[in-house]
């Protein structure tokens, strides 16, 4: 996992959490792509990878 944001994972209740900024969103795991599928408070779509701590997205 990588460790820039602080992103730690998606809940079994379909959202995930940020450690380090307390962000959350839905969350959910794709297996046909094989890939997280994460969406930022707004709904919008997002790369795990790409969030960043204390900045809106």
């Not at 460790?3 to 450690?19: K, R």
Request: proline residues 4%.
């Amino acid at each position: 996992m990588s460790s820039n944001g602080g992103f730690t994972g998606i809940s079994l209740a379909g959202t995930w959490e940020c450690g380090n900024c307390g962000a959350t969103g839905d969350g959910w795991y794709d297996a046909t792509d094989d890939e997280l599928v994460l969406h930022d408070e707004d709904g919008q779509p997002f790369a795990a990878d790409d969030h960043v701590c204390g900045e809106p997205s």
